[in-house]
């Protein structure tokens, strides 16, 4: 987070967005999800990966719940109220039709979006 201001950050938070986000940084951690079949992944990972999630989201507005990867994709392209969104997962194909709000945006269209 050291690369940019965590207000100029955001991330999906509609709630099958939010596993996934959890998912990811669960396996940034080191650990798989469901990797046996006792247990979804190991505890002390999980509430890490949950407590991650958790610090991210407190520097965004409460909207990110009801947001997806596309409505955030849309809502950057209104305004350069966000910088980064890394947790876009499939949607690349969609992010490359989109014209960012201004030419240093439309420059760095490849670099807004991380796809995992």
Known sequence: MSMMAL??????GFAADLFLNWSML??????????????IVDEEVGSAALRLLKELARHMPDDIYEWNPIRIAERMTRSDEFAYCPFAYSY?????DLVFTDSMNTCFINFK???F
């Open 26 to 39: 669960v396996e940034a951690l080191g650990e798989r999800v469901y990797a046996n079949e006792t247990e």
């Open 92 to 96: 690349s194909n969609y992010f490359f």
């Open 113 to 115: 979006f991380s796809i």
């Open 7 to 12: 207000d100029q950050f955001v991330m999906p």
